[in-house]
């Protein structure tokens, strides 16, 4: 298959044409990459059955693990429930548009293989100015999980689209690099609480601020809370080390590995790749915000590298650090402390 791409700059005014040529492929029941705040997500009309299947076997995504719904606002939301408790109100209007899907009951108006047969559906607003004008021109619920091949991490540009879809998909939306570049936050919003199922842009300790949040191990289980967790993410080419301890602990690893003849590439911020001695550094820049932004890009980059080996900082897990280190354990080989 062609895949057709659409060059959008955010700076200059939004393509109209390009939009509406992405919409009526959409609409025609074909896969479509887009940028959202977050990272880049495939769509396909959510209402049609065999356009979402078309998501699972372009990824070789595992049939049991559900899509987010993605909607242009409160309205199209509104469409896929048919109630919901109080307090999704007040969230809805504190942080979406933005990066928080909320895991609610549906009302079956989407494609069953969109929920993979749970009664319950994952529903976001990106805050995205070409994913928004892209969900307007559909007005159809449009299913996306990230762009990339299941198992990699995600994408955050539309050349990382590329290198993992090209010939599998029908378009990409290119609207240049995404912000946020770590996943949205995904909650299940129960009765009187929520459930983070996956941390990610938006904080627990926002949150927190309108509604109790109920946490979630860690850890890969036998039943899943959501599907997503008992899968293999975010894989770079290389082993990937976790190294929880100071620069001269970093160092002393790095170097009995280059002493036995390894390449070692160090994915830090730019304050310790400057007292560390390594093959190849990786920046992660300095504030947390620059590491979600830059990890998936390094985590690619890495293959382009001769490195063998690649070690990691262990980032302090509050804000966004929490989605970063939840994104590196699951990515890493190896954890030494
Ligand atoms: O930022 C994001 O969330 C990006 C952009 C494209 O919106 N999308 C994304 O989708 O990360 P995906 O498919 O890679 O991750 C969605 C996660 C998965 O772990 C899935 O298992 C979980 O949400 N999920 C979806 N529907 C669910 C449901 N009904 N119950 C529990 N978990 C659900
Ligand atoms: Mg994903």
Redesign the pocket.
Known sequence: METKRWNIQRETEINKQFISEAAALLRAGETVAFP?E????LGADATNQSAVAKIFAAKGRPQD????A?VANVEQFQQLVDNLPDYVDDLIAAFSPG?L?Y?VESNGVCAENV??G?S???V?I?DHPVALELLRACNFPVA????NISGKP?PTTADHVYEDLTGRIAGIVDGGPTGVGV??T?I?CRENDVVI??P??ITKEQIEKIVPVTELRNEIVDKP?????KYKHYSPDVPLWLVDGDTEKIQKVIAEEREKGKKVALLARDAILELVEADVSLSLGSSLEDVANKLYDNLRKIKKSDADLMVSEVFPESGIGQAIMNRLKKAMTAYIS
């Not at 693990?65 to 987010?68: A, D, G, Q, W």
């Open positions: 959202t977050t990272v880049y997500g693990n559900p899509l987010i993605h990066p899907t895991v929920t993979a749970l319950t559906i994952a976001r990106p996306g999980p990230s762009a995600s996943e949205s995904v299940s199922l996956r990610g842009g809370a959501s599907p997503g967790m």
